[in-house]
């Protein structure tokens, strides 16, 4: 029987009179690839930003590995395992590819400055984090552009970049804000065998925030599926499609 | 040449530079640009967390006062009126920093001046403690080790002793770790926090040692100039340093002590003139934003890159 890993109960952000995600539950199991769909507006960032602390949720819980995660800010979040990636491609671009991965494995050891004075932490996590760097930018497959600057990235590698920086941080799991977004459909496959190789070779959890069907589809274990900030259904992606609901709201009725 | 014997050569180059050129006029200059680099690196440092104090004039007048005072009203010796003076500032910063510093953007500029300005009109109207507006005069002269410090040679030599601690000490924290947060800060803050960064605790310690500079050059010049008033703490010191910052080049903290070189001597020797100095920084200024947006220190850099371009 698979463990509980994420737990969100009841979770509601109202902006003003606007329920953004309106008392939301559902949970993932350790080992799984689990899918968030919904039009544009159905809350689906917002959701990723209640989970990591970016602001503040209305009402509701979340808990990551048993203990509770809401009230927590972002690097705190961020260093307990529970990592996330950016909808558009977010990187330290004046920096190059190599130095943006040794950050993010070297940040979560000095997230508080007073850290600093621990002897030894920094010049070990900075020993570590350029060793892990290496490694991730071999299996991100960015090892011979690994001296460039990240601006100077195509957009593609780019995106791939900054899954790398999260990767850095040996996260449980990896929240992952459209990651095909802006990618050609060549990309969008590399992406898809990407994710699906970070849980297997990686043993890492992803949830996926997604608006390419197949995609999703292909890679994910179970679905949400999200209209104005609810749930309409949680299940296997064959199931999800099949679903009357997720057809009408997001899919669009006339397909078929 | 080893970087560190090279940089302890060209230190005592500079320290015996005045007895060497024995004319108290450069010397007084040479103070001056000692000063103006602790304070323009010590605003480079705000820069790069994105947050511009206009409270710096006013933290630097702190300094001023309370070396002066502690020396004056308590009987303090030098050394602890110093950097008792600077730790006080630094403590201020750090009470006032938890709540500033959550504010961003010009905002955070607005607060800041609106906060040094409060404190200049307490130098003013609090005579009996501040000596209003017509200046606290009668500041002592430092003392070291048994010696007081009358000779401008000697204040030369603090001036020196501070620029080359507060460059050497900003240098470090740009090329260690801690820069490569306070970079990640400035370039992408939702990234760097989603990395495991406390961003407030870092903005805080900059903001802190940013002060602590600050108000050691203050408390320094204090006692150089024997007398201090209000109005030379006002907004247009951080001014001066943001546009010393601006025309040295801000990317690095060699632009901080080239921008002083040139600005500094400037108001020295147009003494006379003081509208056209105003004039002066203005066509400065846009030349600079034309010519050269990355300060003199970028384009020294670009320079040694066509050169390096030709001759290979």
């Known amino acids: 029987m698979s463990e509980v890993l994420l737990e969100v109960n009841g979770l509601t952000k109202a902006f003003g009179g606007l329920y953004a995600v309106s008392d939301l539950s559902f949970s993932t199991l350790r080992g799984e690839i689990f899918g968030v769909i919904g039009p544009n507006g159905s809350g689906k960032t917002t959701l990723f930003n209640l989970i990591t602390g970016v602001f503040p949720a209305t009402r509701g819980s979340v808990r990551f590995r048993g203990s509770e995660m809401s009230g927590l800010p972002t690097d705190v979040i961020a260093r307990r395992g529970l990592v996330r990636t950016f909808q558009s491609a977010t990187v330290f671009k004046k920096e190059t590819a190599f130095e943006n991965v040794r950050r993010g494995g070297l940040f979560g050891c000095i997230g508080n400055p007073a850290w600093f004075f621990r002897r030894g932490v920094v010049s070990a996590g900075a020993r570590k984090a350029a060793a892990s760097a290496e490694d991730l930018l071999e299996f991100s497959g960015l090892k011979d552009v690994a001296g460039t600057a990240a601006g100077n990235l195509p957009y593609g590698k780019q995106k791939m970049l900054g899954v790398a920086i999260a990767l850095a941080q040996h996260p449980v799991q990896l929240l992952m804000d459209e990651p095909a977004a802006g990618l050609n459909p060549a990309e969008t496959e590399a992406m898809a065998e990407f994710i699906a190789a970070i849980r297997s070779q990686r043993g890492i959890d992803v949830i996926l925030v997604e608006h390419d069907m197949r995609m999703v589809t292909s890679v994910c274990d179970r679905i949400l599926a999200l209209n104005y900030g609810k749930a309409i259904a949680v299940d296997v992606p064959e199931r999800i499609v099949a679903h009357p609901e997720v057809i009408e709201t997001y899919l669009g009725a006339d397909l078929e | ?312």
């Open chain 2, 1 to 312: 040449m080893k970087p560190l014997i090279r940089d302890l050569a060209v230190l005592a180059a500079l320290a015996a530079l005045p007895f060497l050129l024995d004319s108290p006029f450069l010397t007084h200059i040479g103070v001056m640009m000692g000063l103006y680099v602790t304070l323009a690196l010590s605003m480079n440092l705000m820069l790069r967390i994105g947050q511009i104090s206009f409270a710096h004039g006013a933290f630097m007048g702190l300094g001023a006062y309370g070396s002066a005072l502690f020396m004056m009203r308590l009987g303090l010796p030098f050394p602890a009126a110093f950097f008792g003076a600077a730790l006080g500032v630094t403590l201020l910063a750090w009470l006032v920093g938890q709540v500033f510093l959550r504010i961003r953007g010009v905002y955070f500029v607005l607060l800041t001046f609106a906060f040094g300005e409060i404190i200049v009109l307490i130098f003013t109207e609090w005579v009996g403690l501040f000596g209003g507006s017509s200046g606290l005069a009668g500041v002592p002269r430092p003392g070291l080790f048994g010696y007081e410090i009358q000779s401008r040679n000697g204040f030369y030599l603090l001036a020196l002793a501070l620029a080359a601690f507060s460059y050497a000490s900003v240098r470090a924290i740009y090329r260690s770790e801690l820069g490569a947060v306070i970079g990640s800060l400035e370039e992408n803050e939702p990234l760097t926090r989603s990395l495991g960064i406390d961003s407030g605790r870092y903005r805080l310690l900059t903001f802190c040692f940013s002060s602590f500079l600050v108000g050691m050059a203050g408390a320094l010049y204090g006692h150089y100039l024997t007398i201090l008033t209000p109005e030379d703490y006002g907004f247009s010191v951080p001014v001066d340093l943001v546009l010393i910052n601006v025309i040295g080049g801000m990317a690095h903290p060699l632009g901080a002590v080239l921008g002083a070189l040139l600005l500094v001597p400037l108001p020295e020797f147009l003494r006379d003139a003081r509208q056209y100095q105003v004039l002066l920084y203005g066509i400065l200024l846009i030349v600079f934003l034309l010519f050269m947006p990355d300060g003199l220190y970028g384009a020294a850099g670009r320079l040694r890159l066509t050169r390096k371009g030709r001759a290979g």
